[in-house]
């Protein structure tokens, strides 16, 4: 070793001791679920005389830094006095900040600035820093699943899609959405477009296909044509632009899509049609995330298929979600139902003519107690041999409305149909019309007022007669 280099090492030496050093570490943080408590740790190590300690939260990414610690040494009677400033002597300190309660506003960066005095001048103020990440979760805390576009009516003669959202909110970070079909987890094909129309055989933008779970058939419940099984004796996916044609092979190259198949052979039933369809229905996913303003991550997740009324009636449906603040995953599930018989409630019970009635429907005549028909059903309503009071062929809602019933109305029918994608049923009902007394006093004798005015003109006359006489 030079005489230069020991000179040089020397003078960084004295150098060192004279301005003194300052290290600045933050203690790394796992992520915290909102609610909970959370300590920052800043840890700084020096052999010179503490100036201050300035905690910062970044906001803005980084533009904005907002104070919520200081400590201000000069002002406090606890910290460590150095006896000799020349001897080297190393001090280990730690500041702590204790956010209690921590929301989703406490994510983000934190800075921790140090500041000591100069060794060499004891004016001059060295600064250091530290920064920590802290990640707060939130976990969701509401899921809900729907039927897309419903109330819809049913087709006895077209299969339809359906389209189940499953909504997950107030998750950070996104939650993770999938559907279990009668608690098995379905596989799907996801697609980049979620927005599919039900009619037109377009692409779907398919990512790729993998083997979907299948379910047994049973043959009290699908009626197979044995004209439009396949080379192998399995059932085709049918064409969808010719009722005429049979059996088809997927062309190469052709993707599967979520559009809807027209089913060429039916067999009408009032409330279920007995579609001809494949063992196999293909499952179409897709997942959107949309952030919202107080920091969480709504997720819509959609299932599309085939809808086979025979095979989907009775089927649950269900979506969970998973999240890293959640111990267990949170769950919501729906049963596919057919409507089966609305039940009509009349009001007033003893309707008489002048009144207003209403035909309101509340439940269904079989179902389970709830009476839970799901997708919601349309209820239109019509009446037997004519048209409604108003003039119209039929209304829509669960509730009918005829405002002053005249006496005419009196036994006639009105027939309440509910439908959704899975099937159809009607109930009828009788109005029955009574005489209403206060009307009939009002109209026993109309000629009343008449004859009470022909007989005052009759004694009238003569005095009339009378003072003319005297005057002339």
């Given amino acids: ?206 990512r790729g296909a993998r083997p979907l779970i299948s379910r047994d058939l049973d043959d009290t419940k699908l009626r197979k044509s044995l004209s439009l099984l396949g080379p192998e004796g399995r059932p085709g996916r049918l064409n969808t632009e010719s009722p005429g044609r049979s059996y088809m092979a997927r062309q190469p190259g052709q993707e599967p899509s979520p559009a809807t198949e027209t089913i060429p052979e039916t067999v009408v039933s009032r409330e279920f049609p007995r579609w001809v369809q494949s063992t196999d229905p293909l499952y179409f996913f897709s997942n959107i995330h949309i952030p919202q303003s107080d920091g969480t991550v709504l997720v819509q997740a959609k299932l599309t298929w085939t809808l086979n009324p025979q095979l989907d009636n009775d089927a649950l449906f269900s979506c969970e979600v998973t999240h890293p603040a959640l111990s267990m995953p949170m769950q919501t599930e729906v049963i596919l139902a057919a409507p089966k018989g609305p039940k009509l409630v009349i009001s007033p019970t003893r309707a008489k003519v002048g009144d207003t009635v209403r035909i309101t429907v509340q439940g269904f005549q079989v179902g389970s107690p709830g009476n839970d028909v799901f997708p919601e059903p349309l209820y239109t309503w019509t009446r037997v041999g004519g048209r409604l009071l108003d003039g119209s062929a039929e209304k829509d809602g669960k509730e009918l409305i005829l405002e002053r019933v005249p006496a005419e109305l ?38 009343n007022g008449a004859f009470g005015l022909h007989k005052l003109g009759l004694i009238c006359l003569p005095l009339i007669l009378t003072v003319t006489v005297e005057l002339t």
């Fill in 1 to 206: 070793m030079t005489v230069l280099s020991l000179c040089f090492l020397l003078c960084a030496d004295l150098l060192q001791v004279a301005v003194g050093y300052l290290t600045v570490t933050i203690e790394p943080l796992l992520p915290v679920v909102v609610g909970e408590a959370v300590t920052l740790k800043c840890n700084f190590k020096t052999d010179g005389r503490l100036r201050e300690i300035v905690w910062y939260r970044v906001t803005d990414g980084g533009t904005i830094k907002q104070r919520i610690f200081t400590y201000d040494a000069m002002f406090n009677t606890n910290y460590s006095h150095m006896e000799d400033y020349r001897r080297r002597e190393d001090l280990v300190y730690q500041s702590t900040v204790r956010l209690p309660e921590v929301r989703i506003s406490d994510n983000g960066p934190y800075e921790c600035h140090v500041g000591i005095y100069d060794r060499a001048t004891r004016e001059k103020v060295v600064l250091a820093s530290g920064n920590v990440l802290l990640t707060v979760m939130s976990p969701p805390n509401n899921i809900s699943v729907l039927a897309e576009n419903t109330p819809a009516p049913f087709s006895r003669y077209q299969a339809q899609n359906l389209t189940l959202i499953c909504t997950a909110k107030g998750g950070k970070p996104a939650p993770s959405v999938y559907f279990k079909r009668d608690g098995e987890l379905i596989e799907v094909i996801s697609y980049v477009s979620p927005t599919v129309g039900y009619e037109g055989a377009g692409s779907a933008g398919v």
């Fill in 410 to 447: 009196n036994g006639s029918m009105y027939r309440c149909t509910a439908q959704n994608p899975l099937g159809s049923t009607d109930t009828h009902t009788r109005l029955i019309v009574f005489e209403n007394p206060s009307m009939m006093k009002n109209t026993q004798n109309p000629n």
